[in-house]
């Protein structure tokens, strides 16, 4: 079952803006992953947080991760058009089949240039 | 990161026929491989879990009889879509779960089934 929950579902925003998804779950989790969907098109992972840690970067994409509150966030700073794709995020539950994802519903992001 | 390779990129079939599409991890061994189904636009719901030398998990109303897991190496796991029809058009991604606890998963490309 789909147990994230992402806002908003879409987004559109100026080159250079900032973007900012959010994804709400709701069990444990060992790690959320954040990936991106160019149209019809196979998934890109972008970063990793696991439960133990609170915020990482990667180039231009923040996440941050609350675990008391179940969520998390990706930012996306100085976008670029060729940015424009959907974002999901997916928690890897843990327990014996790691790997395991469950994925959110997706924010599609438009960047105009 | 590895590298997992999916097999066909698209496919057209008729109603009625079975199609078969591989996922194979290229430079590591994969225990446990995952089978995805995302239909326009909607996120990604996972159908099963493909275990080596063992049988697989099927997620709830995922029909068993219809799409057969075969994963007979710990490098390939297949689908076989059975009679096919129109509703069974969608993209299927597989995914093999890292040799390492709490990494990445790693995809496949993805496979664009469509049935007429």
């Known amino acids: 079952s789909q147990q994230g929950e992402e806002d908003p579902q879409a987004l559109s925003i100026q080159e250079g803006e900032n973007a900012t998804m959010n994804c709400s779950y709701k069990t444990s989790i060992n790690n959320l992953q954040w990936y991106r969907q160019n149209s019809g098109r196979g998934l890109v992972h972008l970063i990793l947080?696991?439960?133990?840690?609170r915020e990482k970067h990667s180039g231009r994409l923040r996440v941050t991760l609350d675990t008391s509150k179940k969520s998390s966030s990706l930012l996306i700073t100085a976008s670029r058009a060729a940015d424009t794709a959907s974002y999901f995020c997916a928690t890897d539950n843990g327990g014996t089949s790691y790997g395991k994802l469950t994925f959110g519903q997706g924010t599609i992001l438009t960047v105009h240039p | 990161g590895a590298v997992v390779s999916q097999h066909p990129s698209w496919v057209i079939c008729k109603s009625g026929t079975s199609v078969k599409i591989e996922c194979r991890s290229l430079d590591f061994q994969a225990t446990t491989m995952f089978w995805y189904r995302q239909f326009p636009k909607q996120s990604l719901m996972l159908m099963a879990t493909s275990n080596e030398g063992s049988k697989a998990t099927y997620e709830q109303g995922v029909e068993k009889d219809k799409f057969l897991i075969n994963h007979a190496s710990l490098t390939l796991s297949t689908l076989t879509v059975t009679s096919a029809h129109p509703e069974d058009s969608s993209f299927y991604i597989c995914?093999?779960?890292?040799?390492?606890?709490?990494?990445?998963?790693?995809f496949g490309q993805g496979t664009r089934l469509t049935v007429v």
């Open positions: 947080i696991r439960s133990n840690e």
């Open positions: 995914s093999a779960s890292g040799a390492w606890w709490n990494t990445e998963a790693f």
